[in-house]
DNA sequence: TAATATTTTGCAACACTGTTGCGCTCTTAA
DNA sequence: TTAAGAGCGCAACAGTGTTGCAAAATATTA
């Protein structure tokens, strides 16, 4: 992934979002883990950051439709890249997969959230839905 | 509800958890609330009681599968009743209904999780799947 | 019943995650 | 070049969850 700044700076500029070397880098780690982060893991991956910077990097990415977040049980908002195509909509919500074993968090980015016909009174706004289970890796 | 403490003793009884009165308290302010309560939302029906009391309490509950637990992205787990047919379950998993404008969350046990086909490698363990949106209250 | 063992509770302290105020630094625009 | 704006680092704090430990309550045994 050679060109992965260039595209990450394709997208800033797509999302206008001002390419700082901050976010630079942070994008470039979610990009190269293809797993839901937490902003602690994010951390990990620099020798000496503030969380404080992250945190609010994670919020402009989230603001502009660069990332979006599950809730996954495990305490700690998980971050994650999203698509090309990615409008942050209804359409765009899909299943993620925790792995009782690893804690990996995957994007089943193939498994849209189906449908429910709720209850009358209940209008939908969005969705947030996490299987649990053994990903492939621990099989 | 005359018969509340009664009800909760024989439910006690059946899932083996002794009776105290702490316990007797937390479930009937879980059953006069039909909705998920935060740790926090249950201490406030308290005068004075202890976090750590109400939170080894509700994992009493959990273990023996007189609640369960929802993860809705607020922050704080939610904790509701389960029925009284209740085995804590694949198929008493259900989706819950998290309202943007008043906070409630509704299990909405009529709803159960859908079944969904993962792709190869990947095992079913468990699901969270909360829906957010305008409750029937709130439109 | 009295003594002993077990369970539950209250208190305190702590860990983890998320969040904000504020001033300094860096970038952008005039 | 200077001024305005945006981003960053530091520190402090809030919210939630969790644990150790001793006192109190309850159950068990003698
Ligand atoms: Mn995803
Ligand atoms: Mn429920
Ligand atoms: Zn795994
Ligand atoms: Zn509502």
Known sequence: MANMNHEGEQKFEKKNIRPTSMRKLIYRILSE???AMSL????QQFDQVERSTIFRTLRVFQDNCLIHL???G?????YALCDDDCSCG?????IHFLCSSCGNNYCLK???VPYMD?????TFENANFVIR??????Q
Chains 1, 2 share one sequence.
């Open 74 to 78: 495990t305490g700690a908002v998980k």
């Open 70 to 72: 599950i809730y996954d």
């Open 90 to 94: 209804i359409n765009d919500l899909h």
């Open 40 to 43: 602690y893991e994010i951390e």
């Open 133 to 138: 289970g053994i990903c492939p890796d621990c």
């Open 33 to 35: 883990k293809d797993q």
């Open 118 to 122: 709720l209850p009358e009174g209940y």
């Open 110 to 112: 193939e498994l849209p």
